[in-house]
């Protein structure tokens, strides 16, 4: 079944794919920026610090999507005995750690002009705090122990409990009375942003996207060639 | 226009302190990949230097390890 995924052969693809992505990824960060900062209107309550927004929401968005991903592939590694899959989690988690920082950082500026304080033990932000504090937990077990056997059930167990989290950051607006807005983009339902400020996020989201699929190609190309210079030393 | 740009409403320090924390952690995160993969692939070029002609030439047969020297002379 994952016979596609491996290294041997995926590494022909993901050696080369990086020029490509990096390309890319500078054209739509640039259309993102200009869109973000200069085209996109101001809000009428917020002003200018709306487009705050523009690098906070993105950034959350990833660090989630990403934790949930580490979370299914070691589950699937774990059932389908696959070190692959462990090892494509690995290559993913230092970018879900980043842009979890970013959503912080960014959200705690965003919080000074809007809510006048930069930190509050509101439900969304500690819920988000905590996902940062799983990941590092996450890359400290990769770092620490040298038994990958027991690499794989730890992180695993890491991922299990803290997805557990995920859910709660994403309902937590609407499970608490909290300082943080409730969510303007609904898949199912008519979102509440208006179409000015859905085009440069969704753009800002794609070129988030696509510097976590460089950074994870990036990684993953280290992760393989560090097996590889194992494998010449057994030669 | 540069400085409306720039103050944007008494909000600049606040939307650029944000994007400029983005883009460098985003930089800094490039960096420290990139350096972590070249001292990687130098790691794996020296190795196999020091290969002994049969174990070079056995070495050589995956794809794989063609494929990391061949990025290698790319740097």
């Known amino acids: 079944m994952f016979k596609i995924f491996e290294p041997n052969k995926i590494f022909l693809v993901t050696s080369r794919l990086p020029k490509y992505v990096v390309g890319l990824f500078c054209i739509v960060l640039i259309i993102g920026l200009a869109e973000a900062l200069i085209f996109s209107p101001e809000d009428y309550k917020q002003s200018d610090a709306v487009r705050i927004m523009y690098v906070h929401v993105p950034a959350a968005w990833i660090s989630l999507g990403i934790f949930t991903s580490i979370t299914i592939l070691s589950i699937s590694g774990f059932i389908f005995k696959s070190k692959n899959l462990f090892l494509i989690a690995k290559s993913l988690a230092p970018s879900g750690f980043v842009f979890n920082l970013i959503a912080l950082v960014t959200g705690s500026i965003w919080g000074k002009p809007t809510w006048g304080t930069w930190w509050a033990w509101d439900a969304r932000i500690t819920s988000m705090l905590i996902l940062l504090l799983f990941y590092g937990m996450y890359l400290i077990v990769w770092r620490i122990y040298e038994d990958k056997e027991k690499v794989y059930k730890i992180s695993m167990i890491i991922t299990l409990i803290g997805i557990i989290n995920v859910p709660i950051i994403k309902y937590s607006v609407d499970w608490w009375n909290t300082l943080h807005q409730p969510a303007s983009i609904n898949i199912l339902a008519k979102s509440s942003i208006h179409s000015s400020m859905l085009f440069p996020l969704g753009i800002m989201t794609a070129a988030f996207a696509l510097f976590s699929l460089l950074i994870f190609l990036m990684k993953y190309n280290t992760e393989l060639i560090k097996i590889k210079n194992k494998g010449l030393d057994r030669l | ?75």
């Open chain 2, 1 to 75: 226009m540069i400085n409306e740009l720039l103050n944007m409403n008494g909000y600049g320090l606040y939307v650029w302190s944000a994007f400029g924390f983005t883009l460098f952690s985003f930089g800094s995160l490039y960096i420290v990949t990139k350096i972590q993969y070249v001292k990687e692939q130098s790691k794996f070029v020296k190795k196999f230097g020091n290969l002994d002609t049969s174990k070079a030439a056995q070495a050589r047969t995956q794809r794989i390890n063609q494929e990391i020297l061949s990025g290698a002379s790319n740097i």
